[in-house]
Nanobody, 115 residues
Framework: QVQLVESGGGSVQAGGSLRLSCAAS?????QAWFRQAPGKEREFVAQ???????TYADSVKGRFTISGDNAKKTVYLQMNSLKPEDTAVYYC????????????WGQGTQVTVSP
């Protein structure tokens, strides 16, 4: 059982930056950030594996960077050039070791971007 705790959310103006953190209580294989805006379905944002391989949603490529610190068991999401459409609750998710399903989820952290 792995617990995930997100932090770093807040309110910024368009064009600003924010860094989210997700601390895991145990090892994970893949870890990702998802987000969900009011009235919309949850969407994938970025993913990182324990080896450092990353993938991004097209909507955030070039603006967001996901990184990880295996020693600290923490994953980060650096968000630059934020847009109002980035406003959402951001969730950290992780798979079990060698797993494919998003078995673990954090409580979420609110990100609000003002125009």
């Amino acid at each position: 059982q792995v617990q995930l705790v997100e932090s770093g959310g807040g309110s910024v103006q368009a064009g600003g930056s924010l860094r989210l953190s997700c601390a895991a209580s145990g090892p994970t294989f893949r870890q990702a950030w998802f987000r969900q805006a009011p009235g919309k379905e949850r969407e994938f944002v970025a993913q990182i594996t324990w080896t450092g391989d990353t993938t991004y949603a097209d909507s955030v490529k070039g603006r967001f960077t996901i990184s990880g610190d295996n020693a600290k068991k923490t994953v980060y999401l650096q968000m630059n050039s934020l847009k109002p459409e980035d406003t959402a609750v951001y969730y950290c998710a992780a798979t079990r070791w060698l797993g494919t399903n998003w078995d673990y989820w954090g409580q979420g952290t609110q990100v609000t971007v003002s125009p």
